[in-house]
């Protein structure tokens, strides 16, 4: 099967511009996860989509981030303004359904933010 | 809350050596617990998960980890070192099942040397 993919690889912005990232999860997972990971730390939940709903976004700066996955499907990121600490590699991972955490998540292979 | 605690940022081996990445968590009940690998550029994989039964559990690629309840640790280990295995490793818990929401460490990077 195909897996998490994410797009673009890298990107880099100033400070202040917005960006967007990309995820399509497996085919048929119902629960989609967005991490933040910075430079020598490990992944940090952001926000938790259980089809098309928001299971879970307490550690989103809603100032400045916002997801969506208005089809149940793919999901955006985006980030307005950002800042040099958004710097990092933004993770997306699935698994099939909320309470199936016995397959372990599946993750993207990310896309790294710099921000200058 | 629920952290989770590797102690070694930084380990490095020689290729066919043992291996014992450490994990202590802090959770008041017994917690999902997960080993995750990276490789550069990549994203991550899991090796390994223990959620109940025996406390040795085996992953892919030859890794084992051992949960003790007592000293709160889920350690790593691998009998064999290959260079392939030089990569980011990530320990990481959930407080339930249903909750999914995994918390990772801060991670330990393995350097192998031939």
């Known amino acids: 099967e195909a897996g998490v993919a994410q797009s673009p690889r890298y990107k880099i912005i100033e400070k202040r511009q917005s960006v967007a990232f990309w995820c399509n999860p497996i085919?048929?997972?119902?629960?989609l996860y967005w991490y933040q990971q910075i430079l020598g730390q490990g992944p940090k939940l952001l926000i938790q989509f259980q089809n098309n709903g928001v299971v879970d976004d307490s550690q989103l700066p809603k100032d400045r981030f916002s997801a969506e996955r208005l089809k149940g499907v793919d999901s955006t990121l985006k980030i307005q303004p950002a800042k040099l600490e958004d710097s990092a590699v933004y993770l997306c991972?699935?698994?099939?359904?909320?309470?199936?955490?016995?397959?372990?998540?599946?993750f993207g292979s990310g896309t790294r933010l710099t921000v200058v | 809350a629920q952290s989770v605690t590797q102690p070694d940022i930084h380990i490095t081996v020689s290729e066919g050596a043992s291996l014992e990445l450490r994990c202590n968590y802090s959770y008041g009940a017994t917690p999902y617990l997960f080993w995750y690998v990276q490789s550069p550029g990549q994203g991550l994989q899991l090796l390994l998960k223990?959620?109940?039964?025996?406390?040795l559990v085996q992953g892919i690629k030859g890794f084992e980890a051992e949960f003790k309840r007592s000293q709160s640790s889920f350690n790593l280990r691998k009998p064999s070192v290959h260079w392939s295995d030089a990569a980011e490793y990530f320990c990481?818990?959930?407080?339930?099942?249903?909750?999914?929401?995994?918390?990772f460490g801060t991670g330990t990077r393995l350097q192998v040397f031939p």
């Open positions: 990481a818990v959930a407080r339930s099942y249903n909750t999914d929401k995994l918390i």
């Open positions: 085919s048929g997972h119902a629960t």
């Open positions: 991972a699935s698994i099939p359904v909320q309470g199936a955490l016995g397959y372990g998540y599946t």
């Open positions: 223990y959620f109940s039964g025996d406390t």
